[in-house]
């Protein structure tokens, strides 16, 4: 990413000043945990990504700070709340908000990260960024619910998939793209163009996180979490879909019964990876990752369109 954050080093520092302000809390228990949030921030991609997107439309300007500061409080919102969900104990390598300050307080923390992104966008009148926004969120619910529910009954087709991770996390994406377009272009087709391109990025994306979890020397370390979860992604679902009935039923019953049994986590890890399903996710992922760029090349040539580019690629590139 060293063009990108060469392209908006300025703008990303200034960002950072402005989020600082935007989660600033009188209480002063909450002022603890937001300099611990503040202090532990992962890669920024999502408010890389408004910045990125509105630069190429214009310079940035104050409601790009101001949507990329909604996003990334939106972000760190669901992120609070999802290991409250999961039982995390751990964050980006250290302790989550739940482990230090109990789940109620977590929950509550969550909520206030939500309302002080409202607040920010209706204080200023961004009432457009505001409903791109709060689209996500709805959909990053139903995403996640819909996934819950699939866990459990464990029928579940690519489609319903794409619509999983189209919901919990490209549209969040999507939306910080589209976010950042509308404060510089004027153009509303531009704006949805922008907005299509996060979301194939993030469906990319999601794929990615999702190939971790099987491992090879090119996607990383196997972990099973998705299987000890009972989480059906591209992976099993291929080999579930190219299997015989045999060893479906043997994968299922895994799944259900011994999903906390390592060996016959690894079994299915292994059952995966000679099925071909890895070499057709990564066909996959790499499909959404040329249509974001598809959609990207349809914009003049410039800088700030490279560094874009290099963020797409990034993204399917990674190795964590």
């Known amino acids: 990413m060293d063009l990108a954050l060469q392209v908006i080093k300025n703008e990303l520092d200034a960002f950072e000043k402005h989020f600082k302000t935007a989660v600033q809390s ?64 751990e964050r980006r390598g250290f302790f989550s908000i739940n482990a230090l300050w109990k789940n109620k307080v977590a929950v509550l923390v969550g909520d206030y990260l939500l309302s002080k992104g409202l607040l920010l966008s209706l204080n200023n009148n961004d009432f457009n960024i505001l409903k791109i926004l709060s689209e996500a969120v709805k959909q990053m619910s139903e995403g996640e619910l819909l996934q819950m529910e699939k866990a459990r009954s464990l029928k579940i087709n690519e489609n319903t998939y794409y619509e999983i991770i189209k919901g919990k996390t490209a549209s969040l994406l999507a939306s910080a793209c589209a976010a950042g377009a509308a404060t510089t272009f004027q ?25 971790f979890d099987y491992g090879s020397n090119n996607v990383g370390k196997p972990t099973g979490n998705d299987i000890k979860e009972k989480k059906l992604t591209l992976p099993l679902i291929y080999t579930l879909n190219n299997c015989s009935n045999k060893q479906k039923r043997e994968i299922i019953y895994i799944l259900k019964n011994e999903n906390k049994n390592k060996a016959k986590v690894q079994q299915v890890i292994n059952w995966v990876n000679d099925s071909g399903g890895i070499e057709y996710t990564v066909s996959v992922m790499n499909q959404f990752r040329d249509e ?7 914009f003049p040539q410039s800088e700030t369109r490279n560094a874009l580019e290099e963020m797409v690629r990034y993204t399917t590139d990674r190795k964590y």
């Open 26 to 89: 009188r209480v002063p228990l909450l002022d603890r945990i937001m300099q611990y949030i503040v202090k532990r921030k992962g890669k920024q991609l999502r408010p890389m990504f408004v910045l990125l997107s509105a630069k190429l439309g214009a310079p940035v300007n104050e409601s790009t700070y101001r949507a990329a500061s909604l996003v990334e409080l939106l972000h760190t919102a669901t992120l609070v709340h999802d290991d409250v969900v999961d039982e995390a104990m």
């Open 187 to 211: 153009n509303e087709q531009q704006v949805e163009q922008m907005r299509l391109f996060g979301e194939k990025v993030g469906m990319a994306f999601q794929i990615k996180d999702d190939l």
């Open 292 to 298: 974001a760029l598809a959609i990207l090349f349809e």
